[in-house]
């Protein structure tokens, strides 16, 4: 089955700093979502990538989309403590858009 | 506008026992998928219903199962609970998971621990 993969698994940064997560598949991928998921809570849609060579940014995070379709990146710009949380890449897959999770990346910042 | 709403929130089980899990999909949304999330790892997909009918299964066994009403809510049904199914079940709700690209939106989930 399809299975995607990230790194880094953990990542701590001081405030204001920037950080990055990568999101690597094996096989081509229709799309790519990217949710974001607090301490104790649920994941939480942040955005989806379609076209290859995309990049979206929201406020301080800039979504990317590879141009070969198999990998994406997540790129937060100045930290801040709102942003602690696991970062995980989805695809979809199938006629009935059956979503993959990737393995996450859990992110704290350090005030 | 309700979002995904699942109960019970929590839940206790012992061993052996049986349990159901609910939700109720956005208004209008006529899919409803089911994921387990273990603790520190990302949610695995179990099932995935559309206009009633099952139209995806993870990985389970067949202690789990599930169904969608007429109006589209659903359950989820695990038998024969282990420890190991002590996890966070989460719902998610979308359209038409036909249409490609379709976003889903994810229930607060309900948080199982078995003793």
């Known amino acids: 089955g399809q299975q995607v993969m990230q790194i880094p698994q953990y990542q701590h940064v001081q405030e204001g700093e920037d950080f990055t997560t990568y999101c690597n598949s094996s096989?081509?991928?229709?799309?790519i979502q990217w949710y974001k998921q607090r301490p104790g809570g649920h994941p939480v849609f942040l955005i989806q990538?379609?076209?290859?060579?995309e990049v979206k940014k929201q406020k301080r995070l800039t979504f990317q989309f590879g141009e070969a379709k198999k990998n994406s990146s997540l790129h937060i710009t100045a930290t801040q403590t709102t942003d602690v949380g696991t970062y995980f890449c989805?695809?979809?897959?199938?006629?009935?858009?059956?979503?993959?999770f990737g393995t996450g990346t859990k992110l704290q910042v350090i005030p | 506008d309700a979002g995904v709403t699942q109960s019970p929130t929590h839940l206790i089980k012992t061993r052996g026992q049986q349990v159901t899990l609910r939700c109720s999909p956005i208004?209008?949304?006529?899919?409803v998928s089911w994921y387990q999330q273990v603790l520190g790892q990302g949610p695995q997909f179990i099932f995935q219903?559309?206009?009633?009918?099952?139209?995806g299964r993870g990985n389970f066994p067949d202690r789990f199962s599930a169904r969608q009403f007429p109006n589209y809510s659903s359950e989820l049904n695990v038998n024969a609970l282990l420890l190991g199914d002590s996890a966070l079940y989460l719902c998610?709700?979308?359209?038409?998971?036909?249409?490609?690209?379709?976003?889903?939106?994810f229930g607060q989930g309900t948080r199982l621990t078995v003793v």
């Open positions: 990538l379609v076209k290859s060579g």
């Open positions: 096989t081509t991928l229709s799309n």
């Open positions: 208004s209008g949304h006529k899919s």
């Open positions: 989805a695809a979809t897959s199938g006629g009935y858009q059956k979503v993959t």
């Open positions: 998610a709700s979308s359209t038409n998971p036909q249409r490609p690209n379709t976003e889903a939106f």
């Open positions: 219903y559309y206009e009633k009918e099952e139209r």
